[in-house]
Structures are given as structure tokens and as C-alpha cells.
């Protein structure tokens, strides 16, 4: 294979985003001649609205394939030609690919957790599931959720007429299930008969440190699911395993978005548990730097 593979990371303030890394680490070690660059909206003095030409350009100079994240997701998808189901259900999209004339979109988002949540919590029961954000992350972990069935999941969010909207549509994707909404107000009763927690806001992030409630919540056998992946543990976590509770990193759902997408890029199946590996060892060497 002669021509390098080309691919990209759209959005803004995406300077130290790990996915470039990653993906050229595995196509290094696949054996393919394999360039990951990023186009940061803000460096390239850009608004998000450009996104249809920054396509154009990407078409132009010979990109496979690029990751979309904030605030383009949803922007993008009127400069496709094609979308996959999923993306078209989700109405975002985190990646295209550049083939036969076409810029197809994809979402791997919703696989990323998907295939996180069924590896780390393979025995979770699914029958009242609570999810805590419902912003553009949270809907396609909501979306994940419901594909793998279940009776009951409550959308809570600070903007309930927010979390309503997406409850509505995933209602009408799921009808065999309940979807329902909550504002943040009514988390404490409806995690009481909950069988897990997914956590999809930004809370626990490095920029944003601490829990977005009480950790009294918490209980033994309440699972919760995480999101957010620097750091890997966050105090939502810590809180969780202190007490028992069954937990899960945000980690693989980004290194899954990663194998997902890479394997659209290229057609070939990378390897996920070292892709994890890499990623793991990425975050605790930023964490080890901040701490010096």
C-alpha cells in the first residue's frame, strides 16, 4: 500500500485530544501508512457553520476519512450524500468516510458505549436504568442503552424540556420500551428503584472536578456507568467503588469510538485491547505530568 491513509479530527478546542495518537499508533503497528490530523475550527480561524467547505477541502487533498466532534456534529450532516442508520436515527455524526465519490456518515459514538458497556458490565441488569444528561453525548449513550432492551430508561437533565424532547423521539424508535423524563430535581427518588446510573454530563472531567450530586445516592447494588475518561477514575466512580458498586470507566467508550471508526477508515479490524492499553497508559502519563 504506497498512498498514506488520510484522516482527520474535526471541532474546536481539540489540541490535546488523544484520537490522532491513537489512531496513528495502531496504524503503525498494522503496517499501514497511516497520517491523523487535526483541524481545530478555532486555529484555522473558522466558524462551525464552514464545516461544508472544510468537506470540500478534505475531498480536495485526498482525506479518507474524518472524525466530527463539537459543535459540528449535527452541522455536518447536510454536506453528506449518505447516512448509515444509526447515524440517521441518532441525527448526528461523528464520522465520515470519504468513498466512491461519497461523503457517507456514521456514527460510532453510540457503538463505542455500546461495546464498553457489554465488555466491563456484561451481567448489569436493564430493567430501570437512569441516565443523568441528556445533551448530545447523552443521546447516543441513550440510544446504546435501548438497543441492548430493557423496561424503563429516565432521561434526567437540568433542562427538562430538553430531556423531554429526547425521550419523545427515543419513544418512538423503542416503542417496546419506556423512555421517560426527569429534570435533575427528581434524580434522588427515581435512582431509588433504579437498577444502574449512566453518567453522560461533563462533571468529573478535569476542567470540571467533583459529582453533579450527592454521593449519598450512591448504593451497593446500583451499577454506574461513566462517560467521562480524563481522568479514568472520577469522583462519581471513586464514590461508587468505595461502597461496592459495579462500575465502568468512560475509557473504552472513547477507545471504541476509535476502533470503530478506524475500521470504517481502513477495512481492516484493529486491535482493541491494545488500542485500550495505549490509551490507558496515555492518561495516566498526563495525569503523573499534572501531579509534578
Aim: with cysteine; glycine share 12%; charged share 20%.
Amino acid at each position: 500500500m504506497s498512498d498514506s491513509i488520510l484522516c482527520g479530527l474535526i471541532g474546536t478546542g481539540i489540541g490535546a485530544s488523544l484520537t490522532p495518537i491513537m489512531h496513528e499508533e495502531e496504524g503503525r503497528r498494522q503496517g499501514l501508512p497511516y497520517v491523523y490530523r487535526i483541524l481545530d475550527l478555532d486555529v484555522m480561524g473558522m466558524a462551525p457553520s464552514d464545516i461544508g467547505e472544510l468537506l470540500t477541502y478534505a475531498r480536495r487533498f485526498g482525506f479518507r476519512g474524518l472524525n466530527i466532534t463539537y459543535p459540528c456534529k449535527q452541522l455536518v450532516i447536510e454536506h453528506l450524500d449518505e447516512l448509515s442508520p444509526d447515524a440517521s436515527r441518532l441525527g448526528a455524526v461523528n464520522t465520515v468516510l470519504f468513498d466512491s465519490g461519497k461523503a457517507i456518515g456514521h456514527n460510532t459514538d453510540w457503538s463505542g458505549f455500546g461495546r464498553n458497556f457489554d465488555d466491563g458490565l456484561p451481567r448489569a441488569q436493564l430493567d430501570r436504568v437512569v441516565q443523568l444528561g441528556a445533551g448530545g453525548a447523552g443521546a447516543a449513550v441513550a440510544y446504546a442503552a435501548l438497543t441492548r432492551g430493557g423496561g424503563t430508561l429516565t432521561l434526567v437533565d437540568s433542562s427538562l424540556p430538553r430531556a423531554e424532547e429526547l425521550a419523545q423521539t427515543f419513544a418512538q424508535q423503542f416503542p417496546a420500551q419506556v423512555v421517560e423524563a426527569r429534570h435533575t430535581s427528581d434524580l434522588g427518588e427515581v435512582l431509588g428503584s433504579a437498577n444502574g446510573l449512566i453518567h453522560a454530563t461533563p462533571m468529573g472531567m478535569a476542567a470540571h472536578p467533583g459529582m453533579a450530586f450527592s454521593p449519598d445516592l450512591l448504593r451497593p447494588d446500583l451499577w454506574v456507568a461513566e462517560i467521562v475518561y480524563r481522568p479514568l477514575e472520577t469522583e462519581l466512580l471513586r464514590q461508587a467503588r468505595l461502597i461496592g458498586a459495579p462500575t465502568l470507566s468512560g475509557g473504552g467508550m472513547t477507545v471504541f469510538q476509535a476502533v470503530d471508526a478506524f475500521r470504517i477508515f481502513t477495512g481492516i479490524e484493529p486491535d482493541s485491547k491494545r488500542m485500550l492499553a495505549h490509551m490507558t497508559e496515555l492518561v495516566h502519563g498526563e495525569q503523573t505530568a499534572a501531579a509534578l
